[in-house]
């Protein structure tokens, strides 16, 4: 069975321009998440999907990221227009249910460089 | 809200030597806790796991404990190799996000030398 795949794995773009991560949940899971490294700092939850629908949102940084989970299937999160301080390691995480014993499944992660 | 405090790194290690990681937490109500590795050029996986208080999650020869008077989840291994040369990540989910989402400390390298 596929994991949680991210693509690209990295991404280097100038400053004011927009760039598209996306992510591929392992099939069947109707949770999809999206957290960020910041340069060494701790793992930051930006949002969760359920399905289609945005249940939490309340990590998102600022209106210049955009997050889509069309048909409930893959997800993209879009950053127009990058700032500096967006460089990071943003991650995908997936899982099949909610819960006390919940285990999510990451991605190995898109490295995005803004410069 | 809820946070993960963990130990600065990078922690250096000759192989076979005894591994600790600290880890400390403030939650809600009974969190779950977790620890996370990412190795070299790979996602975050998880490594082990502990859901109520006095659980000891353990895999691949590492083991950590949910001490809820201490508030802590210290992740331990005998003998480290360097195969176990990674970043780990201390979690929790708690009740006060309906165990939705992971938050995570700073992460601690570890880097093991033959």
């Known amino acids: 069975e596929a994991g949680v795949t991210q693509f690209p794995s990295h991404s280097v773009i100038e400053k004011g321009q927009t760039v598209t991560l996306r992510c591929d949940p392992i099939s069947g899971h109707d949770n999809l998440y999206w957290y960020r490294r910041v340069m060494g700092k701790e793992i930051k939850f930006l949002l969760h999907?359920?399905?289609?629908?945005?249940?939490?949102e309340s990590g998102m940084p600022n209106n210049r990221f955009l997050a889509e989970r069309t048909g409930g299937t893959y997800s993209t999160l879009k950053v127009q227009p990058a700032e500096l301080e967006d460089s990071g390691v943003y991650f995908c995480?997936?899982?099949?249910?909610?819960?006390?014993?919940?285990?999510?499944?990451f991605g190995q992660g898109t490295r995005l460089t803004v410069v | 809200g809820d946070s993960v405090t963990q130990m600065e790194g990078p922690v250096t290690l000759s192989e076979e030597a005894f591994l600790t990681i600290n880890c400390t937490y403030t939650a809600t109500g009974y969190p779950s806790l977790f620890w996370y590795v990412q190795y070299p050029g790979e996602g975050l996986q998880l490594l082990l796991k502990a859901t109520k208080a006095d659980d000891k999650g353990s895999n691949k020869g590492f083991e950590a404990t949910y001490r809820k008077e201490t508030t802590s989840f210290h992740l331990e291994k005998g003998s480290v190799q360097v195969s176990d040369s990674a970043v780990y990540f201390c979690a929790l989910t708690s009740v006060g996000t309906g165990f939705q989402k992971l938050v995570f400390g700073t992460g601690t390298r570890l880097l093991v030398s033959p």
């Open positions: 995480a997936s899982s099949p249910q909610l819960g006390v014993n919940t285990e999510a499944f």
């Open positions: 999907f359920v399905k289609e629908s945005k249940q939490d």
